[in-house]
């Protein structure tokens, strides 16, 4: 019947909270790539004033990466702060 919503017709609406979460992931995904693509365009500018070799700059810009290898590893970030 039309006007009339059944239990499962409500459950495919999104809340105001679920759409403000997803704006707020999007904005994170957005800030993270231009903050990548910054510190990409300004690499040999840190280099030079932070006097690094080209192996210990790709070490200090890949430790992002070992750290979420690392939590990754673990399972879950989630399990970490698990109270028992």
Known sequence: MR???????????????????????????????????????IAPTLRKDLKLSGAKWIRRSRSPIYSAAFWAARGSTASVFERN
Do not use: C, H, K, M
């Open 3 to 41: 006007g009339v919503t059944t239990e499962e017709d409500a459950n495919d609406t999104l809340t105001p909270l679920a759409i403000a979460l997803l704006a707020l992931l999007v904005l994170a995904a957005i800030l993270n790539y231009i903050d990548r693509q910054s510190v990409s365009a």
